[in-house]
């Protein structure tokens, strides 16, 4: 099948990957509609992507050659040990890591950049709601107006409003833990000396009822340090979890902030403490931790992808693969597909199940890593692995399933 209109709401991973996947399949005109005015290249975060997982990727198109990426090898179990250990802690296991590390905003202008000529990036364009037959689907814009297409796809993320008219009935759950995340430039680690930390290795420390991961990122103006420190928050009440939302960077509150202090001080090897330390508040926030199945991830002509079809805990490493696997999913739909219906039920097929086994493998991991945390520190390297094997229960490994060809 060639021709046709396609409008895809969010222009984040899924989103711009999703154009691209579209333009390339044949689409006569794709529209991109982000709400955002700012810089989208300036998000700073970090996120990694398995190797096996961007090699498949890499041979599909769907994750461009030449975005840059720090290769990480080896995974660190650490715990504060104020026996025996020095200021690190004590490394009570280690584990194989094949995976690289991106920077959100580099990964970002590498997919955007790739969009073929037929995509139009519209920023600023808010979308209030859609609706659609089985013949064509339509956008209305904050601004008020509407826009008629023959399909749309949601890319919008985890409060998608094209996830509202395909699969009402699904919305994020709080996990009922939250997780500060910060970055900053990797040259501030020569203040504190040498902590033993190869660069291809991540780091997590580990503590009851929470976890930290740490790892090197690639930024604009060179390494940059990425941390996320998965832990319940203050037990006060008064922050409104319950509702998708979040606390961005230079707005997280006093107590959360507070909190944030004494987990470091109380549960962290010195020297992870002050790693963490050296981020400005600026570059740190929180985000609370959310799941979310979708039963479908199609009706009429609506297409759920990315985040908008399924948010998987980060603790599974696997989110924005995922998003590019869509994205190849759906150009392999709209190739081999004659009608528009076609195309809908075969990406359907490709994709429903895939997000759902994700989302429990990622709710173990989050049960093992936070809510219910072992006795790290009495495990040893046997213990540690047969942990691990019970939280993957039967998957092969993190990073997201291999796509079937
Ligand atoms: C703490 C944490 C760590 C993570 N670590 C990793 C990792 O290591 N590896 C990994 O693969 N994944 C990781 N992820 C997940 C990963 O970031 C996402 O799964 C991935 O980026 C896919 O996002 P998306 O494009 O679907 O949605 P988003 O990035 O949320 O993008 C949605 C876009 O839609 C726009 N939008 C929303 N609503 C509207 C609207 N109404 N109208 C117009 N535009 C709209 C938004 O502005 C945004 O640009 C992590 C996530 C978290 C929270």
């Known amino acids: 099948m060639r021709g046709g209109t396609v409008a895809v709401v969010g222009g984040s991973i899924a989103g711009c990957a999703l154009a691209s996947a579209a333009a390339r399949a044949g689409a006569d005109e794709v529209v991109v509609l982000e709400r955002t005015h700012g810089r989208l290249a300036d998000r700073g975060l970090g996120l990694c992507i398995h190797d096996g997982r961007a090699a498949e990727l890499a041979a599909t198109g769907a994750l461009p050659a ?135 290795s991540v780091t997590t420390v580990c503590f009851s009822g929470g976890s930290c991961v740490i790892y090197r990122i690639p930024g604009p103006d060179g390494p940059r340090v990425n941390w996320v420190l998965y832990a319940m928050p203050p037990q006060t009440g008064r922050l409104p979890f319950d509702d998708p939302t979040s606390f961005p960077p230079g707005r997280v509150t006093e107590e959360l902030t507070t909190h944030l202090g ?79 219906d076609e195309l809908l039920r075969a990406y359907q097929a490709a994709r429903g199940a895939a997000g759902r086994e994700m989302v429990a493998l990622a709710r173990r991991l989050g049960r093992g890593q936070v809510e219910q945390t072992p006795a790290w520190a009495a495990m040893n390297h046997r213990e540690a692995e047969s942990w691990w094997q019970g939280q993957l229960g039967g998957a092969a490994d993190i990073g997201g399933q291999a796509m079937t060809p």
């Open 66 to 200: 030449g975005i840059a990426a720090h290769r990480l090898t080896r995974r660190r179990w650490v715990v504060r040990d104020d026996t025996a250990a020095g200021p690190a802690g004590r490394v009570f296991w280690e584990q194989p890591f094949p995976f690289h590390s991106y920077h959100w905003g580099l990964l970002w202008r590498g997919l955007r950049g790739a969009t073929p000529a037929p995509v139009v990036y519209r920023q600023g364009a808010a979308v209030t709601g859609v609706a659609g037959d089985g013949e064509r689907a339509e956008v209305r814009l904050a601004r008020g107006t509407a826009e008629a297409f023959d399909l749309v796809v949601g890319a919008d993320g985890y409060r998608s409003v094209v996830r509202e008219a395909v699969c009402p009935e699904s919305r994020p759950a709080y996990a009922g833990y939250v997780c500060w995340r910060g970055n900053f430039d990797a040259r501030r680690l020569e203040a504190l000396g040498d902590g033993g930390w190869p660069a291809e």
């Open 262 to 340: 004494a987990l470091l001080d109380r549960e962290f090897p010195p020297y992870w403490a002050q790693v963490i330390g050296l981020t400005e508040p600026a570059d740190t926030f929180v985000q609370p931790i959310y799941d979310l199945e979708t039963a479908r991830t199609t009706a009429g002509r609506l297409l759920l992808a990315g985040d908008a079809a399924t948010v998987v805990r980060p603790h599974n490493t696997s989110g924005a693969a995922k998003a590019l696997q869509d994205a190849t999913a759906f150009e392999d739909a709209w190739r081999r597909a004659d009608t528009w």
